[in-house]
């Protein structure tokens, strides 16, 4: 199922503070990048924030689980981001924060011509 326009809004406008927002259409879905860095997945009516060695326990420990968009099961380094913190906007801005200072660090990929 794909995320409807109004959830990837309202997931925005939950994230305002954060830095200059903007969203992609991506595979039916949308990637949220923060000052062109891409930190984010709406997909599924949820968001995904990007993770690594630092941040991926506090998901885990939530019972979070990767995206996996494909049919192999393969998962991608984006771990849902649970309900109540989406609610919260200031609890979010904290777990963004993290998953935007990930995304920072991460090698850029080159721009196709």
Known sequence: ???SE???DFVLDQLEGLGELRSRK???EYGLYCDDSFFAI???EAIWFKV???N???????GMKPFSPFEDGKSMQYYEVPIDVLEDPGQL???AAES????RKAPKRKKRK
Do not use: P
């Open 6 to 8: 109004d959830f990837k």
């Open 56 to 62: 991926r326990a506090m998901f885990e420990e939530r």
């Open 100 to 103: 935007l200072a990930i995304a």
């Open 93 to 95: 801005l904290i777990w």
């Open 52 to 54: 690594d060695d630092g």
């Open 1 to 3: 199922m794909a995320s």
């Open 26 to 28: 991506m595979f039916g």
């Open 42 to 44: 709406v997909a599924k």
